[in-house]
């Protein structure tokens, strides 16, 4: 069974710090690309930041990019995500992804549950 449980979350005000991580099992982590979406409430879903299996590059929204940083570990199979200067509109639950292509041309896809962060003051 694939697993992937996102913690971390919480409420902060604006210019604080929170680190999410993404425990994942069931499949080969170091196989997956991983990813974090958000979802604000009456937005839809964003890509916030990602990394390669290997965790050799790393993409952000431009709106995160400085702030935040993805990051993996491969022997504990678990992504993580750093936020600094967290802003208001940062507030969302945000959600592990990992993504694999397979030898047809599609890909193999799992989703966590998510975790929510709410800044305010």
């Known amino acids: 069974q694939v697993q992937l449980v996102e913690s971390g979350g919480g409420l902060v005000q604006p210019g604080e710090s929170l680190r999410l991580s993404c425990a994942v099992s069931?499949?080969?982590?170091?196989?997956?690309?991983m990813r974090w979406y958000r979802r604000a409430p009456g937005k839809e879903r964003e890509l916030v930041a990602g990394?390669?299996?290997?965790?050799?590059?790393?993409n952000y929204t431009d709106s995160v990019w400085g702030r935040f940083t993805i990051s993996r570990d491969n022997a504990e199979n678990t992504v993580y995500l750093q936020m600094n200067n967290l802003k208001p509109e940062d507030t969302a639950m945000y959600y592990c992804?990992?993504?694999?292509?397979?030898?047809?041309?599609?890909?193999?896809?799992?989703w966590g549950q998510g975790t929510q962060v709410t800044v305010s003051s």
């Open positions: 069931g499949i080969n982590f170091s196989r997956y690309a």
């Open positions: 992804y990992a993504e694999r292509p397979t030898a047809w041309g599609d890909a193999l896809k799992y």
């Open positions: 990394i390669t299996s290997t965790g050799g590059t790393t």
